[in-house]
């Protein structure tokens, strides 16, 4: 029986598709894009590339973060009343994963739908075995905050996680905010935090930038634009070992903004407007560590 007259088992599939190099897909993922009765594409265009270059005529409707909740009771209705077979796709990569997919997989297993999930390429997984940082404990997070007060925050709040053992962080990152956060990982965790950069994965101009979060920060800001999608890398050192890594400490800063005060002569809130121009620094980041010091002191 040829692929394209199998009768699949009706339910909810979850197909990875390649995140740059089409080559990528499985022989299974094909079996079950041919096979379903529709496919609900995170953006029809992007995906109808797809299934032309492998020859696939299917239906397709749109599926994305503006129209999920409305659209999966339209899928899950389907699958029930018709038994049908319905792949979900992402634009690359699997599906649910910082891309929409868990609200319907979450109402398909509610409703008694049988869910499928066809394994394949991702993107921080991709990264993580060719980042060179620890690979047996390991987190992803997705992306994190676009602004920055709560971007730091966020990983002020990873840098204070109690952990025994060296572990990496993975997030998804745009390209246009790549360099701010690596500032804010070199002010949160020191200049000498271990990190990888990949670029483009599985694509012609893919790259990795491995090393300091400094020594890449230094390598992207000599370039004119960051381009492409961004998987970030971080390596959280031991407990032991976090404190001394960072650069400046806390006790530092508390000593300067101490400093400031008896020289000049002023109150803290100028010594620390003071400081953080002198670190090139936020007012509220400089504040929010020294109450982290004054905090550990109670």
């Not at 995906?47 to 749109?62: A, G, M």
């Not at 572990?167 to 020191?190: C, K, M, N, Q, W």
């Amino acid at each position: 029986m040829s692929a394209e007259t199998a009768r699949l088992v009706p339910g909810l599939y979850l197909v990875a598709t390649p995140i740059g190099n089409l080559g990528d897909i499985t022989f299974r993922a094909l079996e079950v894009l041919r096979g379903v009765d529709l496919i609900a594409c995170e953006d029809t265009r992007q995906t109808q590339k797809l299934l032309n270059h492998f020859q696939i005529d299917k239906k397709t409707v749109s599926f994305h973060e503006h129209n999920e909740h409305s659209r999966a009771t339209e899928l899950i209705r389907d699958l029930k009343a018709r038994s049908a077979a319905i792949a979900l796709v992402s634009d690359a990569g699997t599906p649910g994963v910082s891309d929409p997919g868990s609200w319907l997989v979450r109402e398909a297993i509610a409703a008694g739908v049988p869910v499928f999930p066809i394994p394949g390429a991702n993107a921080a997984i991709s990264a993580l075995i060719a980042s060179g940082l620890p690979a047996n404990e390991f987190e992803f997070l997705g992306f994190l905050p676009e602004k920055g007060g709560a971007r730091r925050t966020r990983l002020e709040a990873l840098a204070a996680r109690p952990h025994e053992s060296a572990r990496t962080i993975i997030f998804y990152e745009a390209p246009h905010r790549l360099l701010d956060t690596l500032g804010d990982l070199e002010s949160v965790f020191g200049t000498n935090l271990r990190i990888a950069v990949a670029r483009e994965l599985t694509k012609i101009h893919e790259e990795f930038l491995r090393g300091t979060v400094a020594d890449v920060r230094g390598i992207l800001t000599a370039r004119d634009r960051i381009r492409g999608e961004i998987t970030l890398l971080v390596e959280i050192p031991a407990a032991d070992t976090a404190a001394s890594a960072a650069n400046p400490t806390p006790e530092k800063i508390a000593d300067r903004v101490a400093r400031l005060q008896s020289e000049a002569g002023i109150d803290e809130k100028e010594a620390l407007k003071l400081l953080a121009r002198e670190l090139g620094r936020s007012k509220s980041e400089i504040y929010r560590e020294l109450q982290r010091e004054r905090a550990r002191k109670r």
